[in-house]
């Protein structure tokens, strides 16, 4: 390969390139700081584990509406979260201990909690990366960690996305040098806090690694015993069975929600809360239809493309994405797990070199992730709000099918994503027979000259 194709940047450009990280990670601990100022503490989505602690400790049911919990156990604040925690009773549980401390208390002590986790797991990917870990590269790395507006988002909702994705790189490490049983308990361990990774053990059974299917099936099923033995069925038929489909039906119509299921809704009716998307062909009946096959086409082509890779963390990064896709709700703070997949490309385009075209396509990924350049995903719906023609008589702004798109603009990063994985696939294979074939050669070599 030709070295001239590769990022060569000049010491001026690395010294800017600082710069411009360094003010971002600021600005996102900035952010993070006012997150714990008044009325925004009580914004936060921690709120939800806090009362969901106190009502369990009280003898309460930890899914009565948000508001009157808050008047309850914290005082007459405002909340955001005007309907009953989508949480499975797993996560109250293990939120107890938190029910012992006042809520601004405790929403120090998670922010701890999610620095740990965020800490954990930039390790785990810079040692998998092969960097130098050294205070130098450590700075750097959380600079563009507390820049990321997923992170920041995570960090100021005090939601507990860093948690799953510190569990899904040990449930990846496992998987990848056969700790079947461990990778696959790790990945239930997901699945019972967030009914999410469940794509990832779907492409496990079908390559039949039946160890890693029953190690998820066992550890979730062991959480939800313990929620029936301390909470009773009621709560857990609550829970499935109406407070679950209840809150995903109230935020399918939310227009930051980039899910798959919310596509035919999209097409086919108008969308949204905050602002109104005018469909490009009004049709209830494929509106309904639509919402159910696009997730289900998304999932199938994603297994079909998952068994035919050569790579194992091809499979599995192409699973992560999919499983953010086809989860009812999908909001900015979901795309931390993506940190895995970006990992994988970061590596084997590192193997090339760096070339230029290849940084090019990660780095608009990176940024399709990043929200837009205001930050979060409302960048994208005040740019679409501002191709409004009329509004409701609510004054809801209406927008075209087109300026709707703007909101989706995280689909194309997975998009471009996948299709980063799944190109370099058999790149992947190719170095790994390379290597290979290099270390027979050399064994043979070094016989010859034992005269063997």
């Known amino acids: 390969m030709n070295p001239s194709s590769g990022i060569n940047f000049s010491p001026g450009f690395k010294r800017l390139l600082r710069v411009i990280i360094a003010i971002n990670a600021l600005g996102g601990i900035k952010r993070i700081f006012e997150s714990f100022l008044p009325p925004d503490i009580y914004k936060k989505d921690f709120i939800q584990e806090y009362l969901m602690a106190k009502a369990i400790l009280n003898g309460d049911s930890p899914y009565q509406p948000l508001p009157e919990m808050v008047n309850r156990w914290i005082g007459p604040n405002n909340t955001a979260l005007l309907h009953p925690t989508p949480h499975p009773p797993i996560v109250g549980l293990l939120s107890i201990p938190f029910g012992y401390l006042n809520y601004e208390t405790a929403a120090v002590v998670w922010l701890i909690f999610e620095l740990i986790c965020l800490s954990v797991s930039i390790i785990l990917l810079m040692r998998w990366l092969g960097a130098t870990i050294s205070p130098r590269t450590l700075i750097l790395a959380f600079g563009i960690a507390f820049g990321w507006m997923p992170v920041i988002e995570e960090l100021w909702l005090g939601q507990f996305s860093l948690c799953l994705l510190l569990l899904l790189l040990c449930a990846w490490r496992a998987l990848r040098v056969g700790k079947d049983v461990l990778g696959g308990a790790l990945l239930g361990g997901i699945i019972a806090l967030k009914l999410s990774a469940w794509p990832v053990v779907l492409f496990l059974a079908l390559r039949r690694r039946w160890r890693a299917v029953m190690g ?33 039906g109230i935020y399918q119509l939310y227009e930051a929600n980039f899910s798959t299921w919310t596509l035919g809704q999209r097409l086919f009716l108008r969308f949204g809360v905050g602002i109104f998307i005018a469909p490009l062909w009004e049709s209830p009946f494929l509106a309904k239809a639509f919402s159910i096959l696009a997730p289900a086409a998304v999932l199938i082509i994603g297994l079909r493309l998952a068994n035919k890779a050569e790579n194992f963390d091809t499979s599995f990064g192409l699973m992560i994405n999919i499983g953010i896709l086809v989860n009812p709700i999908a909001w900015t703070h979901y795309l931390l797990l993506t940190a895995i997949p970006l990992a994988i490309v970061v590596r084997r385009i590192s193997k090339h070199g760096f070339p230029k075209s290849r940084c090019y396509e990660v780095v608009g990924i990176w940024l399709t992730f990043h929200s837009g350049p205001l930050g979060w995903i409302s960048a994208y719906i005040k740019v679409a709000r501002l191709f409004s023609g009329q509004t409701t008589i609510d004054g809801v702004a209406v927008v075209t099918f087109a300026a709707g798109i703007l909101t989706l603009i995280p689909v194309i990063g997975f998009a471009g994503l996948l299709w980063m994985l799944w190109r370099s696939d058999h790149t992947e294979q190719e170095f790994q027979t390379a290597g290979a074939d290099l270390l027979e050669a050399s064994g043979r070599k070094f016989a010859s000259a034992d005269g063997v």
């Open 216 to 248: 998820a099936a066992v550890l979730a099923g062991v959480a939800n015993l313990l929620s029936l033995s301390v909470l009773g069925v009621d709560y857990l038929r609550e829970y499935y069975l109406k407070i679950g489909p209840l809150v995903s």
